[in-house]
């Protein structure tokens, strides 16, 4: 069972929101960056991109994690209560609508850009060459 109080485990689950959004999201911001330098080699000359992208990835993250603490989802023990996040079983419209809007804007979109970023690569690396055999 979970060992602590409800504010422990509110910052628990917080935490592991927070920091997994921004494992994904970082992935995803990779991937990204790497499709453009390869198909698009002009792209990005100048180092600044880099510090706007990652601020970028953690405010989204951590709009995303600080939803449940504004009522918007909850964070809750777990089914078996060792540990905390968010409340999968949603007690109301708006917990259902964060779950939702979580599987579609922090799972399935960025999922969906690191599979495009990565077929791309491989689709520029063949037709290079292929360019390449034909010369």
Known sequence: RWLFNQAVCTLYAFCGVLFGLCSLGSLTVLSTVCCLKVCYPAYGRYGIHA???LLGVWAYALAF???P?????SYGPEPYGTACCIAWEASSREATLYILALFIFCYLLPCLLILVSYALILWTVWVSRRAVRQH
């Not at 603490?69 to 989802?73: D, F, K, N, R, V």
């Open 51 to 53: 510090a706007t992208l």
């Open 69 to 73: 603490l504004a009522q918007w989802g």
């Open 65 to 67: 994690a600080t939803a």
